[in-house]
């Protein structure tokens, strides 16, 4: 004989349904109390202060002690007067005015004069920078240049001479000496070239840049207003080794 089971009373049918449902359950329940917070209770204390004074002093009572008004001064004896006499005699001084007026002429004076040395005329020495130099001192070649290129030529045939004249000392050659110049020389009221000065690194370059300076040819003089006078100017040399 079989058994025959009837499907609505069996216990595994819907056993899935109610384990994730119970599951849901217990983590909810869980998840509750974990997010449940205590607090402690504050606990009011209340105690009365007494307040006490403690700062409080007593004051003394003081008597002010004035003291006696001071003795009244003596008396100042009385002064007499005694009358005496006028015996001298006093003159009076009259004192006139010494103000004038337009009626009033005031009296010529006359100074003599003894005779008057004039002596010989001082050529004053008036220096002027070749920057501003009305008329800009005319090297040899340059005649017959326009005054507006006058300047330029000057300037390039002093190059041209310092390129041509140029020579390396052969004591600063051999111990590798090199360096800029600066060399300053004026040029006279006769076209001479004077007092020539320099700045230089070495003893060796100084001399030869001064050397080659004065062995400008003289030139024209410069002139400022018709008038010749000194003209100053400055160039730089530069001694360079090739191979450095």
Same mark, same amino acid.
């Given at each position: 004989m079989e058994l025959k089971k009837n #499907? &609505? @009373? /069996?216990?595994n049918r819907n056993s899935g349904l109610y384990f994730s449902f119970g599951l849901c359950f217990m983590l909810f329940v869980t998840w509750m109390l974990l997010e449940m917070k205590s607090y402690d209770k504050d606990e009011l204390y209340v105690q009365n202060i007494a307040a006490v004074d403690e700062y409080s002093e007593e004051i003394p009572i003081t008597t002010t002690l004035t003291p006696p008004p001071p003795p #009244? #001064? #003596? =008396? *100042?004896p !009385? =002064?007499?007067?005694e009358v005496v006499a006028d015996e001298v005699e006093i003159e009076e001084t009259i004192l006139s005015s010494t =103000?004038?007026?337009q009626d009033e002429a005031i009296p010529e004076s006359v100074i003599e004069v003894e005779d008057v040395e004039v002596g010989e005329a001082v050529e004053e020495d008036i220096y002027v920078p070749f920057a501003v130099i009305e008329e800009v001192p005319i090297f040899p070649g340059c005649e017959g240049t326009p005054k507006e290129l006058m300047r330029k030529c000057f300037v /390039? &045939? @002093?190059q041209e001479h310092i390129r041509r004249n140029f020579r390396y000392p052969p004591d600063a050659l051999q111990d590798n000496? $090199?360096?800029k110049v600066f060399v300053q020389f004026t040029i006279d009221q006769k076209g001479n070239i004077t007092d020539i000065k320099s700045r230089a690194p070495h003893i060796l370059l100084q001399e030869? *840049? =001064?050397d080659l300076v004065a062995s400008l040819p003289k030139m024209t003089p410069g002139k400022q207003r018709? $008038? !010749?006078v000194k003209v100053n100017y400055s160039l730089p040399v530069i001694f360079k080794l090739v191979n450095q």
């Open positions: #499907p &609505k @009373v /069996d216990l #009244p #001064p #003596p =008396e *100042a !009385a =002064e007499t007067i =103000e004038t007026n /390039d &045939k @002093v000496i $090199q360096g030869s *840049a =001064e018709g $008038q !010749a």
